[in-house]
């Protein structure tokens, strides 16, 4: 009888053992799946984007014939304009006439707003007024009519302030946009004999 409370006990403790290595082997089982699921998660995926940038092209250039155009770019080579009436044997009431055009260059990227200003001055010029128009054609003479940018009789030399107009660019890199003609009307006062000075105009392009 005692030897078989004994094995009744012994099989208690084996069954014990037993429950307690799978209820182990459960909880291993089941940290290992933990640690599975967290090894499952890290994926990982990547998106990657890029921008060029180029700056434009942006270029004025003039032109006294209305054809053949090309740069003046400082003030101290400056395009010289062709006067119908020689501008160096004046007299009082004498009015001469030169025409102007500039466009951008088919270079160019971007339209333009141009300001027109006073850019230098040397001799003499007083008593000299003009006009500056902007006509639909090239060209400039007495019965030459177009929008008004500086007023008849200003003071040659100066310019009023805002004198602007615009410039379209054309199609890059090919064809150059459409030019802008102008026509510089000038009228003699009562010169004084002898008296000689220029005036430089400047045409300042700015990109829109």
Known sequence: MEQEIENISDSKAIRGRRSR?????L???LVLGV???ITLAAWNDSEFAQGTFSAGTFNLVGSTDGTTFAEHAAVGTPATLAFTVSPTQLSPGDIVYAPFAVELDSSTTNDAVVTVSNAATSGVISNLSYELIQPTAFGCA??????????AGTALGSVPASTTFTLSKGTPPT???APAFL?????AGALTQGQTGTATIEFAAVSQ
């Open 175 to 177: 064809t150059a946009g």
């Open 183 to 187: 026509c510089f009307k000038v009228t």
């Open 21 to 25: 290595q799978i209820k182990a082997i």
């Open 142 to 151: 007495s019965g030459t009519t177009g929008t008004e940018l500086v007023a």
């Open 35 to 37: 640690g599975a699921a």
């Open 27 to 29: 909880a291993g089982g």
